[in-house]
């Protein structure tokens, strides 16, 4: 199976950029849309941003749209998210995972393989 690996996080103030990065190993094989959620102290887990295999369909929540871009380099199993504009709001812990399924999906119980997660904080 599939192993996924966020880096990237850390500490910013508002209106700076940060990129996080997406690196997966073992059975990369596997085609799979892939997504970002996060997850603040006492919040439900939320989504943030997906891409598919193929790169050709994207999709942002609301909040993060205009400001968030995502990417993936399928020969170096990376996806990418490249935040910029960042608000106090968008501190939490991001997360990457593959939807189980063929298809494209927001709803974080139809995804698989989480990564450990990288904590994002920014200042004001």
């Known amino acids: 199976q599939v192993q996924l690996v966020e880096s990237g996080g850390g500490l910013v103030q508002a209106g700076g950029p940060l990129r996080l990065s997406c690196a997966a190993s073992g059975r990369t094989f596997r085609v799979s849309t892939t997504a970002w959620f996060r997850q603040a102290p006492g919040k439900e887990r939320e989504f943030v941003a997906l891409?598919?295999?193929?790169?050709?369909?994207?999709d942002y929540s609301d909040s993060v749209k205009g400001r968030f871009t995502i990417s993936r380099d399928n020969a170096k199993n990376t996806v990418t998210l490249q935040m910029n504009t960042l608000k106090p709001e968008d501190t939490a812990v991001y997360y990457c995972?593959?939807?189980?399924?063929?298809?494209?999906?927001?709803?974080?119980?139809?995804?698989?393989?989480w990564g450990r997660g990288t904590q994002v904080t920014v200042s004001s």
């Open positions: 891409i598919s295999w193929s790169g050709g369909s994207t």
């Open positions: 995972a593959n939807q189980r399924s063929f298809g494209i999906s927001k709803d974080r119980h139809e995804y698989e393989n």
